[in-house]
């Protein structure tokens, strides 16, 4: 989800502790204007910062199965399990779901609120990596809301007033085709090893993606780094580009099937699901998290301030911060942030649970502020560390 990762097509004790422990409607220019009433309508779902100022929940839904459209940017059906979570929206409401550019990414996103503002193709709702939700809500472009679930979300994991909102994540990970690798690798030691030359890949560019970020960022927490400090990630991955051992590869599932990119370093939920994924096309894909440098992160969702569709984007939240939202993220082996409350409940679905990547120890997250200085760092060093 980035997803600051480009996002080709190309988050049980482990997983409480990820969760606990963190982290105006405009029509289309030249359109003609709506009648008062539905002009009337869309001012007030796209100023609604709950389902209450609806009058509740089933007049939010009638809101907007009425507008009858939702658009969404950058969510890949094979990520975190969006294209079934596309299919059960559609199903529950009569919302057709236009879903554009799936391999895009955050900044994509960002571009694409901006450039569009004003016009019916806009993006209602956004899934970012937490740097971009953090700068947009910076720059005024995400409307406030929150959803029923509020209260249940950890407040180190949304903004204050509901411009975003952490919702799925996961572990840095290596994933590795034994079939075509003898010894798959452990840790991040292991990757600087001869025999693994040609074969090490990022999902996307790290100044970009998200999964690519955290895999510099884990590198470097693996290399004497730290929150404060990415050099050592990007030294390491200069050293991998010198001996040779990583390639300018994005990864994705079709280089992933191909043998393009037999390891690759990406969330553990995208590697969990290649594993199933590939199962009987000659591909035994493996997954670990690295003990040397655990990384986890969440994703972010945001309503654009400026969706067409305000009703819809806001149902959109109730669902995915719902139960069976939830539950069908955990499904894609992503760690939902309202498993910790699920689990207490009994309402998070056991056998999904059960299949999540194992991981030891408690995550850290880094602050607001080291994250902005490790993207300012990349931005400066990737290119010179990897040309």
């Not at 929150?146 to 994991?157: C, G, L, N, R, S």
Request: charged share 25%.
């Amino acid at each position: 989800m980035t997803r600051l990762r480009v996002r080709a097509n190309g988050r049980l004790v482990a997983a409480v502790a990820l969760s606990t422990t963190a982290f105006t409607a405009l029509t289309a220019c030249g359109a003609a204007p709506d009648d008062s009433a539905d002009s009337a309508a869309g001012a007030k779902a796209a100023t609604a910062a709950s389902a209450a100022d609806f009058g509740g929940l089933e007049a939010l839904v009638t809101a907007a199965e009425k507008e009858g459209t939702l658009n969404v940017i950058a969510l890949p059906p094979d990520w975190a399990n969006y294209g079934e979570v596309i299919k059960a929206f559609e199903a529950t409401y009569k919302i057709k779901v236009s879903s554009e550019n799936p391999d895009a990414s955050s900044s994509d996103e960002i571009a694409a609120v901006k450039s569009r503002k004003g016009q019916k193709r806009a993006p209602d709702v956004l899934d970012l990596g937490i740097a971009f939700a953090r700068s947009g809500a910076a720059e005024n472009l995400f409307a406030p809301y929150k959803v029923e679930a509020w209260d249940k979300i950890p407040d180190a994991q949304k903004e204050k007033d509901g411009r975003w909102f952490n919702d799925y994540g996961g572990y840095v990970s290596i994933g590795c085709d034994a079939a075509r690798i003898k010894n798959c690798p452990q840790t991040f030691a292991d990757l600087l090893k001869p025999e693994y030359k040609g074969k090490v890949a990022l999902n996307g560019n790290p100044t970009k993606s998200g999964s690519a970020f955290g895999g510099v960022y884990a590198a470097s927490l693996a290399n004497k780094g730290s929150f404060g400090d990415i050099q050592p990630g990007i030294d390491f991955f200069g050293k991998l580009k010198k001996n040779g051992n990583f390639i300018p590869v994005e990864s994705t599932p079709a280089t992933v099937e191909k043998g393009e990119t037999p390891i690759s370093i990406d969330w553990d939920y995208l590697n969990a699901g290649y594993a199933d994924q590939f199962r009987g096309k000659g591909v035994d894909w493996k997954v670990v998290i690295p003990a040397d440098g655990v990384y986890a992160q969440y994703y972010s969702q945001a309503i654009n301030k400026d969706a067409p569709h305000p009703a819809a984007a806001r149902l959109w939240m109730e669902f995915l911060y719902g139960t069976e939202g939830q539950n069908l993220w955990l499904k894609g082996y992503a760690r939902p942030v309202l498993l910790p409350s699920m689990t207490t409940e009994g309402t998070a679905d056991k056998t999904f649970v059960a299949k999540l990547p194992k991981v030891e120890g408690t995550p850290s997250f880094p602050e607001s502020a080291e994250l902005d200085k490790a993207n300012a760092t990349l931005a400066e060093n990737w290119d010179k560390a990897v040309s």
